[in-house]
């Protein structure tokens, strides 16, 4: 079966989204937006609803970008599910493992099984200067730290054995053997334990990551439970794939490591519905500004070009002098959509560098289905470029297809996350 | 009007209450557990919820200390209620300012209005050392970093305008000008801002402090909203009242700041029967464990004294070599109250050094009039000896005859915390 996940990410992922007439900006600071969002999810039997998150505010004049805190918003929206996963991202850069650990094992006996945490070691100076750095440290600092940080969370969540309460009301609450210090000495982090919150329902709440970097790799090979991944098409898909499950096993594992590709999804009765409802959001794209941005990116001006002719012709690869990512990401969509200057920018706006389907619940369902067949995805992380229209449409439309395929869950058969993905519970690890 | 708050803490604040055999210990892992206790306070039209916390485990043989996280349970509380405010505690130490004033903003978002938090320096060397430090750090340095970290979390809440999100479609999300960078650099952090939260419904989430140390009144004095105390009579209570009152004008402040001393009651329809509830709970402590840390409060071996005859007599305070505070609560309690030995770890057990009333609704509502009208308590923090019982009682029999002396409200006039405490919603203090 696949696995579902819905990225949630204000009002949608397309840049626009927030422009359109009939979205929901007004309610990004209202639980009730988002507990709304996770109950369609629900609808869907989805496995589990996730934010990204940030530390600093960027070009907000371009739209919204975080607004809730989201380890503080899935405690709500646990309340308001009672099968979907809650996912959160936490930076093991600005977070310490005690914090951490600790909301998060508090969620999942809030949820009853359903947190998941998804480390990210984050990436930008803005964010690192709200949290004593002066500039964002290195990767290698980083992604060392991260490491560190999820053996000490993981090892803070074993610090009590299963059932550790006994709750003899003539004897003792808890027997002093069956919790125990971690006395951790290491480079980054210093924590003797146990900690204050029991072993959380799962063991240990599920671990995503999303590594891309060679470091970023190799650590979701040793330590993820589950993977978010880029992908463009299906062969940069099954290139990850192939080369995930190559470092797992290198690694020593033997367990399932679901890998989630983004996708972005545009769904109509017909392929040209579908293609209507793309343009009209990125027609919503202040022009201007998208040009200027992308001029950022090409290293050239673009504010002259034409907005429905095709894109000019720009330096192949290895002649750009700036960052490389964005610069191939952009030529990729160019060589493989032909697309005009307008439709590039609304490319880039929605998802970037991640897949993009567009066409009738059949068509999608179909590309789905191929990813998933063809060593490409292990399931999906859903990112709507509108919120809650495209969730709506994909739980509408598109999942009772893939239900009719065999290919998703017509109902929730466990009570966890872990269940949701086919993971087993661990044991402590000590 | 009386401001009432409900401190929330485990089966209830007497150490024996979890060994009752109708205690909901087997709930403290249940999130629904708080959200009826804050229904129940809801329902008595109390003002506020709060949490203590720490960020170790202590004596987990002799009772529940900690279980969830509070600022995570508050987020699923808040949509289980309506009108109640709710507190968070909140360590200056071990907190940076960025992580707890985005959750509070966040939360104060989620709840519409309804958050304050309860800033402590904490204390204890074990919960330290799941911080990275040895030992705890010295007084001053925690007073020093707590007073930047207020300041800090402040400037971050009034790094957005309110209603900076103008969210017009055409144009920016966000005016430039309606947010800036705080750019702090102190002694202790060093943070550019903004928050990546928009300004909290109340402007400032409600600061609460208890400061009982010259340093903890001072900064309470200077920056405390509305403050808990610790007074065992109305003596003890007039005596802090007004020092803090002179403190908070000799500051330059001529806001309400009300103060709030934990109160510990056992109601019943008779003073009899109340003291019946006292004894039951007080029999349930496992004597010898009581004994020997009694021993080690008043520095002699207990553990051979008689349970049902009087304490034996104990040296001055002055003659006392080991720490004075405990020592002096145990000597008040002995010469107020001439209790048996049983009688005096029962009270030593619930609440220690902080009033204790016990006796009918109209007994309990005399001495609480008393001290509101004599400058003693502008409100009282309720410390149930259990729980939900003890919050259950208060709310039926206490609250009916408060409300029909004019003491207390008889419905909320306010929809946040900020209001029901009678306090302006500042404005941007830049």
Redo the contacts between chains.
């Keep these: 079966m696949m696995h579902i996940n819905l990225f949630i990410f204000g009002c949608g992922h397309h840049r626009a989204a ?4 009939g ?1 929901a ?2 309610s ?4 009730a937006y988002y ?1 709304q969002l996770a109950q369609i999810a629900e609808r869907g039997k989805l496995d589990a609803i996730f934010f990204a998150d ?4 960027d070009n ?10 989201p ?6 929206i ?3 599910t009672r099968h979907i996963g809650l996912i959160s991202t936490v930076s093991s850069t ?3 493992p ?2 951490a650990a ?2 998060v ?3 999942d ?2 949820s009853n099984g359903r947190m998941g945490w998804n480390v990210v070691t984050s990436m930008f100076d ?1 964010e690192a ?6 500039t964002m440290p290195g990767h290698d600092w980083r992604y060392a730290r991260a490491e560190e940080f999820v053996d000490v969370a993981l090892s803070l969540w074993d610090s009590w054995q299963d059932g550790a ?1 006994q ?1 003899d ?2 004897g ?5 053997e069956s ?1 125990h210090s971690i006395d951790h000495k290491g480079e980054h ?10 072993r959380p329902p799962q063991g240990h709440p599920v671990l995503f990551q999303a590594g891309a970097s060679e470091q970023g790799r190799d650590l979701a090979a040793r330590r993820a439970e589950a993977i978010y991944a880029v992908a463009y098409d299906l062969a940069a898909a099954q290139e990850y794939y192939r080369d995930i499950k190559r470092r797992v096993k290198a690694a020593g594992r033997h367990d399932f490591v679901p890998i989630m590709p983004g996708l972005v999804t545009y769904v109509g009765s017909t392929q040209a519905e579908a293609r209507a409802r793309q343009r009209e959001l990125d027609e919503l794209l202040p022009a201007q500004d998208a040009l200027r941005q992308l001029g950022m990116y090409v290293g050239c001006d673009c504010t002259g070009w034409e907005l429905d002719a095709p894109v000019p012709s720009l330096p192949a690869l290895e002649a750009f002098k700036g960052p490389k990512g964005r610069y191939a990401t952009v030529l990729r969509i160019i060589n493989t959509e032909k697309p005009t200057v307008r439709q590039l920018l609304g490319r880039l706006a929605a998802g970037g560098g991640h897949c993009t389907m567009v066409g009738t619940p059949e068509q999608i369902a179909d590309e789905m289905e191929r990813w998933f067949l063809n060593e490409g995805a292990d399931g999906f992380n859903l990112m709507p470029p509108t919120l809650p229209g495209g969730i709506d449409d994909f739980v509408e439309q598109v999942v009772p297809v893939l239900q009719k395929r065999g290919l998703f869950r017509k109902d929730y058969q466990t009570e966890t996350l872990r269940g949701h993905l086919g993971l087993a519970r661990p044991c402590a690890r000590n």
């Design positions: 927030w422009r359109h007439p979205s900006v007004e990004l600071g209202d639980i507990e940030g530390h600093s505010t907000l004049t371009d739209g919204p970008r975080w607004f809730l805190e380890l503080t918003m899935l405690s709500a646990s309340r308001a600005f977070y310490t005690f914090h600790r909301m094992a508090s969620l006996h809030i803005t200067r709200n949290h004593g750095f002066d309460p709750m009301r003539q003792a609450y808890v027997k002093p919790i982090f210093r924590i003797d334990g146990p900690l204050t919150v029991p």
